[in-house]
């Protein structure tokens, strides 16, 4: 029991940091340098190192050492040493003596098999690192480099998003930029499949982005400009020229400038936290680009052959199963059958996938830029069931890569002609149908619009002989659509009715409000004449215009509505016609209560004008709060619908109308006549 009570007053004494404390009850009782023993089995020494108490850690050091070395080299349950606490921190002096006291600590493993080396990069401790690998030479130490399971420094931090830990292993050669890990995947495989670590993947508000693009770039240290240096022939002595002096003093003043920007961020963001969040947001995404930058270059993954190549782009089939003929533009056999395909299928694991495929299934147009920009000729590489990256892009809905790769694939039509092993071609696989949902499109009347649109986007950049393909299901891209998107199309409609239902009911009590305002003016009307009383003020004249213009925009809004309801729900309707619809019925709709407000407003300023001037501002207020709450959360909706539902009519109309380089050459033609 004594034992219990000491190790609790040694553990009180080390949360409470106090030095003497833990020296004197060391000193007094002689205890053993193994307590007090938490649950996990650490000693003073683990725990002192785990709370950074630097001074006493020296001392505790110098005691213990003393007394007995070997308790130096106690481990905790999890095969921890005392130098695997301290590599997690930046106490460099505590961890020189360890090593000085305990050289052998710098190579035992935990039970994870890991040397303290891995505690480093757990805790993003580069000033550690780069310590160890210039003190004791930790690079050559290959062992040191990989864990139990072979994962490696570089796959560790990559793992724990400590892109600049990753960098600087690099450049310390304790890391090789091709490692593989025991999954056998690269350091770059592992960043394809890290979407939220780039900015092209990351969801960010509309103040997040504001910041974001105000921040200035996280720049690091860079060598002095000595490219602007003249000599003296006879003597050797440099000689400073205007335009070195001049590089100088720019590239010094950039560094005043950026230190200053960095100085105000910090002050702004211990009363604006949002700023550091979104500003270690940024520097995450620039680590994470430049360590691809680096990876890329010794990436050879792409020279590796798959076990197929894909169709010939020019096997077209236009042959139902059951009639065994297939007729090939290039003359070719007929080919073989495939079976039926998933609708959900996935072309190839997370482990097999190559970085540029797995980057152009996640979206992420960074990793994509950087592969092609270095191997262009990588946009070839099929997998193994015939997929190259631009189906991927495609199948997955990745319209930032798609648009990347569109200059490559108008170089080299075969990489978008080509088929994947079941037969589909880049329409096929717009047509599958996954968790491939459009977040910035509420509701699936807009989902399925958005489906639309991108079937016919790739439409347009394949040539037309290729809607009449039938893959491996006998069906062509067209009905391989409607097969897939039916469920969507249901629940489109159910969305609409709902939608619409909702809205209904609104204009139809505006509706009935201003007729019955209509027939009861406010202030009545007199009695001889049947004139209203208030006719010939201002207000009146407002009340019973905005009361007209707020029936009229009602009932139009309610028939809108109306036809709505009442429409076939046909596939092709969700593209524009029900899509226009919905805005004109939103918008008559905006307009019919925001008229109802005004002449709300214009009737009690007609009732208490005489009497309480001072209430005017307040009632106009008061009759736009309505008004905000409505456009607050229907906006969003409306804009989204307007927005993506005109631009695609807007684009439609310019390749539908005569460019610029018509009219150009007709008036060049008739203007060389004369």
């Known amino acids: 029991m004594e034992g219990h009570h000491l190790m609790a007053e040694l553990y009180k004494a080390l949360m409470k940091r106090d030095k003497d404390e833990v020296i004197r009850l060391y000193r007094s009782r002689n205890l053993s340098g193994e307590y007090p023993q938490t649950p996990h089995q650490d000693n003073v020494l683990h725990i002192a190192t785990v709370l950074e108490q630097k001074k006493l850690v020296m001392d505790l050091l110098t005691e213990i050492s003393e007394d007995d070395p070997t308790i130096l080299k106690k481990v905790n349950i999890i095969g921890d040493t005392i130098l695997h606490e301290a590599t997690g921190t930046n106490m460099t002096d505590v961890v020189d003596k360890m090593l000085e006291a305990v050289p052998e600590l710098l190579t035992t493993r935990n039970s994870f098999g890991e040397t303290p080396l891995f505690r480093a990069v757990h805790f993003k401790q580069t000033k550690m690192l780069k310590h160890l690998a210039k003190t004791y030479g930790c690079s050559l130490y290959n062992d040191l480099q990989r864990r139990g399971d072979d994962a490696t420094l570089l796959h560790i931090a990559v793992l724990n998003e400590s892109f600049e830990t990753a960098i600087e292993l690099l450049k310390l050669n304790l890391a090789k930029p091709e490692s593989i890990d025991g999954s056998g995947l690269t350091c770059l495989q592992l960043l394809a499949n890290m979407p939220l670590a780039f900015k092209s993947r990351s969801n960010l508000g509309l103040l997040k982005k504001l910041i974001y693009f105000c921040l200035p770039y996280c720049e690091r240290d860079e060598a002095p400009h000595n490219n602007y240096v003249a000599r003296d022939e006879e003597t050797g002595i440099t000689i400073p020229t205007s335009t070195t002096c001049y590089v100088r003093f720019s590239s010094q003043l950039r560094q005043v400038i950026l230190k200053i920007n960095i100085q105000l961020l910090r002050f702004l963001s211990q009363g604006w936290p949002v700023i550091q969040v979104v500003r270690d947001l940024r520097q995450k995404h620039e680590s994470a680009l430049e360590l691809v930058k680096t990876l890329v270059k010794t990436d050879k993954s792409w020279m590796v052959p798959s076990h197929h190549h894909g169709m010939y782009p020019g096997d077209i089939s236009i042959f139902r199963d059951d009639e065994f003929v297939q007729q090939s533009l290039t ?28 980057a152009a299934r996640h979206g992420i147009t960074e990793i994509v830029e950087v592969i092609l920009g270095e191997y262009p000729q990588a946009i070839e590489y099929v997998n193994d069931n015939g997929a190259n990256v631009v189906h991927l892009a495609v199948r997955h809905r990745r319209t930032e890569v798609f648009d990347i790769l569109l200059p490559f694939t108008e170089c080299l039509p075969r990489c978008m002609m080509g088929m994947d092993s079941s037969g589909n071609t880049l329409l096929h696989q717009v047509a599958v149908v996954g968790d491939y949902q459009a977040k910035e499109r509420p509701g699936e009347a807009l989902h399925m619009q958005w489906e639309i649109q991108w079937f016919k986007k790739v439409k347009r950049v394949l040539p037309h002989h290729f809607l009449n393909h039938l893959n491996g299901e006998s069906l062509t891209s067209q009905e391989f659509f409607t097969k897939t998107h039916k469920e969507l199309v249901k629940k489109g409609r159910e969305w609409l009715m709902r939608t619409s239902e909702s809205c209904s009911v609104v204009a139809a009590l505006i509706a009935t409000v201003a007729f019955t305002s209509a027939y009861t003016v406010p202030g009545g009307t007199k009695k001889k004449t049947g004139e209203p009383v208030y006719l010939n003020r201002r207000p009146f004249i407002v009340f019973t215009i905005a009361d007209t213009i707020s029936l009229s925009f009602a009932l139009t809004s309610l028939v809108v509505f109306l036809s709505i309801m009442t429409a076939r729900f046909h596939e092709q309707d969700f593209h524009r016609s029900l899509p226009l619809r919905l805005v004109l019925g939103l918008t008559t709709l905006l307009f019919a209560v925001a008229s109802m407000m005004v002449a709300f407003s214009a009737t009690l300023v007609l009732t208490v004008q005489e009497k309480l001037h001072w209430a005017a501002i307040p009632i106009f207020l008061t ?12 906006l969003p909706l409306y804009v989204r619908v307007g927005w993506y539902t005109l631009r695609d009519l807007s684009r439609t109309m310019k390749h539908s109308l005569p460019n610029r380089k018509l009219i150009t050459n007709i008036t060049s033609y008739f203007g060389g006549k004369k």
């Open 331 to 358: 003359g070719a056999e007929s080919r073989n059958n495939h079976s039926k395909q998933e609708e959900c299928e996935h072309y190839l694991t997370q482990k097999k996938e190559i970085p540029l495929l797995s």
């Open 623 to 634: 009759a736009c709060f309505p008004v905000t709450v409505f456009l607050v959360l229907q």
